[in-house]
């Protein structure tokens, strides 16, 4: 192989956990060379709220959060099973204060963290939770690096003019990591150069990459390993269809042009084993004008009812297990369309967490948005039964004067609660008894794919057989979530892409070491 470039390290893909791969390379003294296929840096991490996942780390015990790496995987544990390794979920929670450490006392980059509860009821939960997030930037800060982090999700999808004055959350993460490996003087972040295949040796190790760009095709080679990063298949029609039978990609929070199923294909070229292809980050979604859906969540009235006009879970559960529950419905034959039904009782605005916030007359315009006067006339506006629908309602009704759901318990969970800002669970059961009443479609959304390549402890890639694809490695949504079918808290996503990244790195470095120690003369 001629090589148009050398590096120690290649990162496809510039979301949080590639760019964590990438400072703990450089970091190590690496050369590494970042390539993302689209116009920004970020990903679907960009799009994100920033929470990061690690029990037990300096952040949470200089807050004064009471927590430690055991709850952590007593926490994990109890959800996650043996669906996943064992020693791969103790990888994770037992390297991810060391990354908490990493990042903030040796990259720079200032943490914080902010209350917001696991997502279970179960052994070793944290009403605070455990997640961490970089500290707000300023764009004066950022500097000429703005306009290549990836915007959030009213920008990038829907045209939304928005201050960027200050970036948070996920902007903050992908606009701090930059900078810092900037400062490194070891990285190359290349933008608009698609990964389009491994280069493997004849021992079937993986050396490098062929990458295309406006350019031209490129070979670049990895002497330490390959990172793969570059999130899901969220975006493939043809992949969603195939493992999780979704009607389209199109709902999905993910940029059009990010999760497209790249990475799933290169690693499938190289015997990598799969898992997990059913299994997404599931969410409720507001269905949009142009066929996109936006994350909703955090919702503080009204219910959401499927095809046949019924109530079928607890509508202020996590996003992921409320999103479980709307598949399930799908699963039965019920359709793919959900309708959010509230009043007018706080404003005629949705009463949850939408970005961006659905403009009332585009949607109705659109045929997504109804509005009536009374139950039995929205219901025919949504083609439901008014019937049934007025049951339904009625039903919530009774359970709201009462105080209690007898159906789902809204109201019971801190999680549910937390939204509110309430105590108990009559807060969280307001009647639809409003002079008007809305209906907005939601369908099933997601923050990205969970499926991908079966990883060992350090982030190594395997085949079928349990063997090592050598100098492959991934993290993120390119690989099997180690929570499996579970989303325990917010961060997960995030917390175990930077910490498998990073262990995925630190194996680079080890083996590079060796095979230096092995080639110099006695």
Same mark, same amino acid.
């Given at each position: 192989m001629t090589w148009g470039k050398n590096y120690d390290v290649v990162v496809v893909g510039s979301g949080g956990a590639a760019l964590a791969g990438a400072l703990a390379a450089t970091a190590r003294g690496l050369s590494t060379c970042v390539i993302e296929k689209t116009e920004c840096f970020g990903g679907t991490s960009a799009y994100s709220g920033g929470s990061v996942w690690l029990p037990g780390n300096h952040v949470l015990e200089r807050d004064g959060v009471d927590d430690s790496v055991e709850r952590g995987l007593t926490y994990f544990g109890s959800l996650v099973g043996e669906t996943t390794r064992s020693e791969v979920q103790r990888a994770y929670l037992e390297t991810g204060p060391v990354v908490a450490d990493f990042l903030e006392? +040796? %990259? *720079?980059? #200032? =943490?914080?963290? $902010? #209350?917001? #509860? &696991?997502? @279970?009821?179960? #052994? *070793?939960?944290?009403?605070? *939770? $455990?997640?961490? @997030?970089?500290?707000?930037? +300023?764009? &004066?800060? %950022? *500097? &000429? $690096? =703005?306009? &290549? %982090? $990836?915007?959030? %999700?009213p920008a990038d999808q829907f045209g939304v003019e928005i201050d960027r004055s200050v970036l948070d959350g996920g902007q903050a993460w992908i606009a701090r990591m930059i900078l810092a490996l900037d400062a490194t003087g070891l990285a190359d972040l290349r933008l608009s150069t698609r990964a389009l295949r491994f280069v493997l040796d004849a021992t079937g190790r993986v050396t490098g990459v062929v990458a295309a760009s406006d350019s031209g095709e490129v070979s670049i080679q990895a002497r330490a390993g390959v990172l793969v990063a570059a999130g899901g298949f969220e975006r493939s029609a043809d992949m969603r269809k195939r493992w999780q039978d979704m009607p389209t990609a199109d709902w999905s929070s993910s940029h059009p042009d990010t999760g497209s199923g790249d990475a799933v294909t290169m690693l499938t070229e190289v015997g990598a084993a799969l898992d997990l292809m059913d299994q997404s980050w599931w969410c409720p979604a507001t269905l949009f004008p142009n066929g996109h859906a936006a994350f909703t969540l955090g919702v503080r009235s009204g219910i959401i009812v499927n095809g046949i006009a019924r109530r079928f879970a607890n509508e202020l559960l996590p996003y992921d297990q409320m999103g479980r529950a709307m598949r399930a419905q799908m699963e039965l034959g019920r359709g793919d369309q959900f309708w959010f039904v509230f009043d007018n009782r706080v404003g005629d605005d949705l009463p949850a967490i939408c970005m961006p916030s659905p403009d009332r007359e585009s949607l109705s315009r659109s045929g997504l948005w109804h509005t009536a006067d009374n139950i039995a006339d929205l219901a025919r506006s949504i083609e439901l039964d008014p019937e049934e629908l007025g049951a339904t309602v009625a039903r919530f009704n009774g359970f709201a004067d009462s105080g209690h759901d007898d159906d789902f318990g809204r109201g019971e969970d801190p999680f549910g609660r937390f939204f509110l800002g309430a105590t108990s669970p009559e807060p969280c059961l307001r009647p639809l008894d409003g002079t008007r009443l809305h209906a907005v479609r939601l369908v099933l959304g997601d923050l990205g794919t969970k499926g991908g390549a079966v990883i060992n402890r350090d982030g190594a890639v395997e085949r079928v057989d349990g063997t090592v694809i050598a100098g492959l490695y991934a993290a993120g949504n390119s690989s099997a979530s180690i929570s499996g079918a579970v989303y325990p808290g917010p961060g997960v996503p995030l917390g175990s892409g930077m910490v498998m990244a990073y262990r995925a790195v630190a194996d680079m470095a080890a083996h590079l070491s060796a095979a230096d120690t092995v080639q110099a003369p006695a």
């Open positions: 006392n +040796t %990259v *720079g980059i #200032p =943490l914080e963290h $902010r #209350p917001f #509860p &696991d997502y @279970f009821d179960a #052994p *070793g939960r944290s009403a605070n *939770g $455990r997640s961490i @997030f970089a500290r707000s930037i +300023t764009s &004066d800060e %950022v *500097g &000429d $690096r =703005l306009a &290549d %982090v $990836r915007p959030m %999700v």
